[in-house]
């Protein structure tokens, strides 16, 4: 009993691994993301975004009869798993796209895979200039470190009449690193002072330390380019110490559960993002009513641009003569004036996608509108 | 100046939370000899009970000492189940088995709360309930010193008191100690020694639960994977102090947080947890066996 | 004679798997090569020489690390000769770790047990947290664009990349594996399972027990570290977060599962554990959750239950085929 329980669960998984697929008359979309371990958070916003665009198009008939199918695969946030998983969704599964990743770091990692296989990538928050300059093959949705650094450098200067501005970066991320040198960079040039600059690593959750510091040289503002899921603990904390500087971020804070963690510490806080809850725009509009009745809560950043991703990766693939690899990656790099629901997306011939940001403002579970900044 | 007070308050605050998870790390280990990798996740489900319990109830906004009692009993026998359960099904087996399986059977058991959880309650970040209102109990020049921070450290040194109690002073202790001495001859001597292990997981586990309800106190956001780093820290901390002992692992909780705090406050925030292992590494290359630890001699 | 057979059939077996495999399944076949490594050279300090670490990550770090920045220094040569260059980088990424691992042995090594396991876990994280801070190999970015091997046109027939890469991979397993398996049949490895056994009696008998201790480590870190530099120009890829704690119990467990002190039973678990999270995935199709995870940690709570000892205890696969045949012949 013992030795047949014990051969049956080490051959077990070998077996399971035989199963046979099946390929219809169908188009396979793979997506490879966090959707376990220590970052799932992000890769599963970034699913359900995904979802939503394909049951979408699924709902209305697929692409010239054909319905979409999406694999999804899980990398539990690990590089190397990035690599395999989409070394396995190329050559197991024949996806003729992929979508993927958050973090640009996962990004770098596949990139060179699907570029070699000549399969498209697109990915939906991989803020990093670097990702897409791995080859013809990789595609953004999303702006890059470099334009949201100068939005929000721009921002406090101009608009918040900052002086000195302090940073709290999250080391652990490429994101909020890559964010917060190119804002100090932008900043210093417009005149500003950078009093402070420290870190915290991701899913830490004591920042006093940090905040002391800060507290030191009291800054106009604190700009802290992380998550939500540690900027809400952040600002709760830097309220409790008594900073009373303004505080700024970027679109990683953009989440419902920003303030639900936050509170009234984040309230007036300042980010960029891609469209606010207010937006008039009748595609905002309406994926904000789809999302809410899928899954019955307000959308998140990720979701936003995951769902802004897919729809003009099927808009692509609409306009391709032919369902295949090649030909997708043509229509993606022509994409031009792309009504998504954040924002008009332009693909320009570095394969980033041209889109402009919006300042908002932190008033409870609403982002108010603030302004809107252009490329 | 006042930067120096309070980087102190808040290395204590901190260190206290260590501390408090850390005790927990250390009565298992002192029994069995065994690092209870699953312990910082038990302490997840701890936090996670409290807030069903609160949403449940409809006590998830209303701060006060009922809530408190009402969350720190749910999330303690939650977790003294759990812990329980782990030791009856995934521990005892493995009784006689070398001390590296058991040690990765609870890195199994770590994995399996874990992404269990995330299945079950989802990836992500949830809101816990406001537990008590925070008050200002004393400041000078800007610096405060607040009822949580103070709570915590309180509940950490009562706990830590009384479990020192209990292992010397009464019967039950006296048979812990003498489980943990040598099993098989505490055995001989009448002492139910499974008994007395699984009573030592359920306080191990309990202590998880009122660490879990502080925590989510102060640091209102839980998620499945709270556990980890925090866990791994107050690990860290019940070493430092000398693992197996309950002083040390207080003693050890505070050094860590405070250090913690100094280097981000003086040294430099990026290296903050390469600086507190080098403190870690330093101390035990001085004190092999921990601050309080005792150095046995081993003997032929 | 014999292993160069044995080396001479499994390279065969790789040309087999170049036309008959796809990508896929030759990442996986690599990553399980580098995590044997990985688990064999634990083994020596775990499973043979008695002492618990927790920092294997670290070292296959600064092997990785070592390699990878080396490639962009001087990158590999063209063609056949590409070999060469990979193994030059592998053997400096080896001795760099085996250098950290000599810093990291010489002052932790007289501590005992769980302690020795907390200050390996803490040289690993210290290790982690230098390479997120250093901006030359990309901090949190990552270091991206290593080189990795090329196939070689020899006129017609072409040698894949996978087989140059499988080669390479190849060689250090096989040289893993008899190094260690030789070392513990002489005097220096009759001095290491000294040390597992009764380190008083060790040093009684005039074993210099630390010596012994600091050698195993420095051997083992040096392969941990010929491991990264494999996976680094396999994956082409390398961010501290793939060093992290996890890696280093991913380690132990392959150690542990396979049996402390059995080579045979740390490559099994290697490729137990590399091809079990894959082979799980297609799972989520017919539960809809991903509960891969959920049943991976299961399965390895039930395997140390059913088998306390490990899948081989201290046994090796041929005293199993030995004490068949020696039954057999009884019988006879």
Request: with cysteine; net charge positive.
């Amino acid at each position: 009993m013992r030795r047949s329980l014990l051969v049956a669960l080490v051959v077990l998984p070998f077996l399971a691994s035989c199963t046979k697929k099946n390929a219809g008359n169908e188009i396979v979309i793979g997506h490879y993301g966090s959707m376990t371990g220590s970052e799932a958070t992000f890769g599963q916003s970034t699913d359900e975004g995904i979802r939503l665009a394909i049951d979408e198009i699924n709902a209305t008939g697929g692409i010239k009869g054909k319905k979409i199918k999406l694999i999804t695969m899980d990398d539990q946030g690990k590089a190397e798993e990035a690599a395999s998983v989409v070394t396995r969704l190329i050559e197991q599964e024949k996806v003729v796209a992929l979508l993927g990743e958050v973090a640009s770091s996962r990004s770098l990692a596949a990139a060179p895979i699907a570029q070699a296989k000549k399969v498209p990538m697109l990915t939906p928050s991989s803020t990093n200039p670097k990702v897409t300059e791995v080859g013809d093959f990789i595609f953004r949705a999303c702006f890059i470190d470099p334009f949201q650094g100068t939005v929000m450098a721009k921002f406090a200067s101009e608009n918040l009449k900052a002086k000195k501005v302090a940073i709290l970066r999250d080391v652990k991320s490429d994101y909020s690193v890559g964010l917060a040198d190119f804002f100090a960079a932008k900043f210093k040039e417009l005149g500003g002072e950078i009093v402070a600059d420290v870190s915290y690593q991701g899913s830490d959750v004591d920042f006093k330390a940090q905040l002391t510091q800060i507290k030191s040289k009291n800054p106009d503002a604190l700009f802290i380019p992380g998550y939500y899921t540690e900027v809400g603990l952040i600002a709760r904390q830097a309220r409790e110490l008594g900073i009373k500087s303004t505080l700024m971020g970027g679109d990683g804070w953009d989440s419902p559960k920003l303030s639900e963690i936050g509170k009234e510490a984040v309230n007036g806080a300042y980010f960029s993002n891609h469209y606010s809850t207010e937006s008039k725009e009748p595609a905002a509009i309406d994926f904000m009513n789809k999302f809410k009745a899928k899954y019955n809560k307000q959308p998140d950043g990720l979701s936003s641009v995951a769902y802004d991703a897919t729809k003009m990766l099927i808009k692509a693939i609409e306009a391709s003569p032919e369902i295949k690899a090649s030909a997708i990656r043509d229509q993606l790099a022509a994409v031009k004036e792309f009504q998504g629901a954040t924002g008009k997306i332009t693909i320009d011939d570095k394969r980033n996608a041209v889109k402009s940001a919006v300042v908002v403002q932190v008033d409870g579970s609403n982002n108010k509108y603030v302004t809107t900044i252009n490329p | 100046m006042e930067d120096f007070v309070q980087h102190i308050i808040n290395g204590v605050s901190l260190g206290s939370i260590y501390a408090l998870i850390a005790l927990g790390y250390t009565m298992v280990y002192g029994i069995l000899q065994l690092i209870n990798f699953a312990h910082s996740d038990v302490y997840m489900m701890g936090a996670f009970a409290s807030y069903y319990t609160a949403m449940f109830l409809g006590r998830d906004n209303q701060p006060g000492v009922g809530t408190l009692v009402i969350l720190l009993v749910a999330s303690m026998v939650a977790c003294s189940l759990l812990g329980l359960v782990i030791e009856r099904f995934c521990y005892r087996p493995l009784r006689k088995a070398p001390k590296l399986n058991i040690l990765i059977t609870a890195i199994g058991v770590s994995l399996f709360l874990e992404y269990f959880a995330q299945v079950v309650f989802g990836a992500d970040p949830k809101v816990f309930p406001s537990v008590l209102n925070d008050t200002v109990l004393a400041e000078m020049n800007g610096v405060q010193l607040k009822s949580s921070d103070v709570t915590v450290l309180a509940v950490t040194v009562i706990m830590m008191l009384i479990l020192n109690f209990v292992i010397y002073k009464t019967m039950l202790g006296k048979a812990m100690r003498a489980t943990s001495t040598n099993m098989s001859v505490a055995s001989l001597m009448g002492v139910n020694t499974d008994k007395i292990i699984a009573f030592t997981f359920i306080v191990g586990s309990s202590l998880a639960g009122v660490g879990s309800v502080l925590v989510g106190m102060k640091y209102p956001k839980i998620d499945p994977l709270m556990g980890m780093l925090i866990g791994l820290k107050a690990f860290v901390a019940a070493v430092l102090g000398g693992i197996g002992n309950i002083a040390g692992a207080v003693l050890g909780g505070l050094l860590m947080g405070v250090s913690e705090e100094m280097v981000v406050g003086y040294l430099s925030s990026t290296y903050r947890d390469a600086f507190a292992f080098g403190i870690l590494i330093v101390i035990l290359i001085f004190r092999p066996s921990g601050l309080l630890g005792k150095n046995s001699v081993e003997k032929v | 004679m014999k292993p160069l057979l044995v080396f001479a059939g499994l390279w065969l077996c790789g040309f087999a798997v170049d036309f008959s495999f796809d990508a896929f399944i030759q990442l996986i076949l690599i990553y399980i090569m580098i995590n044997m490594m990985l688990a064999m050279s634990l083994n020596l300090v775990n499973g043979y020489t008695g002492q618990f670490s927790l920092g294997h990550a670290g070292f296959m770090a600064v092997g990785a690390y070592t390699s990878g920045f080396l490639s962009t220094m001087l990158p590999p040569m063209a063609g056949g000769l590409q070999i060469f260059s990979y193994f030059f980088y592998a053997i400096s990424g080896g001795l760099a770790a085996a250098l950290a691992g000599w810093l990291v042995g010489l002052p932790s090594l007289r501590l005992k047990g769980d302690y020795l396991a907390i200050v390996t876990l803490g040289f690993g994280e210290i290790i982690r947290v230098i390479l997120l801070n250093t901006q030359a190999v990309g901090g949190a970015r990552g270091m991206y664009g290593i080189l990795g091997p090329t196939d070689w046109d020899l006129g017609g027939f072409v040698v894949s990349k996978f087989v140059i890469g499988y080669t390479h991979a190849l060689f250090w397993v096989v040289l893993c594996f008899l190094t260690i398996w030789r070392l513990i049949r002489s005097s220096h490895g009759r001095a290491f399972l000294s040390v597992r056994e009764d380190e008083v009696a060790a040093e009684a008998m005039g074993v210099n027990t630390t010596q012994a201790k600091v050698r195993a480590f420095v051997l083992s870190s040096f392969f941990a570290g010929v491991a990264g530099s494999i996976f680094a120009h396999y994956a082409n890829y390398l961010n501290p977060g793939s060093f992290a704690f996890m890696r280093s119990i991913d380690a132990v467990i392959m150690v542990v599962l396979g049996g402390m002190g059995s080579l045979s039973g740390s490559l099994l678990a290697a490729v137990f554990i590399t091809v079990l999270p894959e082979a799980l995935r297609p799972l989520k199709d017919l539960t809809g959750v991903d509960l891969r995870m959920v049943i991976y940690s299961l399965s390895l709570i039930l395997l140390m239950i059913l088998r306390p000892k490990g899948l081989f205890g201290s046994n090796e696969i041929t005293d199993f085929i030995r004490r068949k045949s020696s039954a057999q012949k009884v019988k006879a």
